[in-house]
């Protein structure tokens, strides 16, 4: 996050403490608590019940699409189920073979290993990954120069679930060695409504209707910063109000969070107004905004351009993003047509 910003960013990735233990106190454990995403769980009902009655462990698994739909709690979700153990790392974790090894070795059959950010593996390390997914087996360079030997490690029956937020980045070998692809897509709001009346019941919060349908609403169809946005309304009511959750609660938390109805945050409308007003409203490479905004490349293409894109404001193209019409008329600006 840039210093320059000082609002918090309710859309930013999860970091801080508080918002990992909110997650995972309102994380579903079980399929049939998950909300949202039902073309992929009828896929998962029937992978993991053939693979119980065959007494197998489950196929490599692959999760994708932007942060904050779910990867992570499936991939628990599919431990909690199979009552397999479950191992968490992160693709920029894993620095060596040798982690992965001393991940791999200690793993049961039928135990599962996430990798988290799994396009960030280097190259060693997810070279090592390929004869360890396929064979189970695991190659290990014992020494150096002439004398070097590989070592021929076998492995558990481990099931490997990767995430990923690109996964134009991953390689094909890597990609093709996954029994199930499987891609996120954004929560329908009646969805995202159905979550945060879910969330509000666990927290031991009264909300109406219609706050709920707001909180939703700006929730840019997506779980994570919906939960983040019921607990700032929270705070908000039980400050300014009655602690009952409801529109004008939600409204006004919004606009002191300067939230505006589509759910777009400062930062986002910064986006927009710095390639207006910087670079003719682009294209602009994604490097050069990144830098003119402040954030990392990750940050603005995993978190921000997203759902900027799903709205039709901005739009990729091979020469860079641009704001769109419908952009332009978001700031309340008049759009001149550009040949590009
Ligand atoms: N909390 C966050 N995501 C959820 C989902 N998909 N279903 C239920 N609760 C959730």
Redesign the pocket.
Known sequence: MSSSVITESVIAPACKKEDLLL?ST???RQLK?????QKIKESLEIIMEAAKNRGESLEHMLFHGPAG??KT?LAHILSYEMQANIKVTSGPILERTGDLASLLTNLNDGDILFIDEIHRLNRTVEEALYPAMEDFRLDIVVGKGPSAQVLELNLPRFTLIGATTRIGLLTNPLRSRFGGLFRLNL?SPA?IQ??VN??AKILNLTIEPNGACAIAGCSRRN??I??RLLKRVRDFAQVKGDGIINEKMAKKAFSMLEIDNSGLEKIDRDILKVIVEKFGGGPIGVQTLAAAIGEEEDTLVDVYEPYLMELGLIARTPRGRVVTANGYQHLGLKHIAKKI
């Open positions: 997650d309102l994380r579903p608590e998950y909300i949202g995403q739909l779910g709690t929560y969805e159905t979550i879910r969330s779980p994570r919906a939960n």
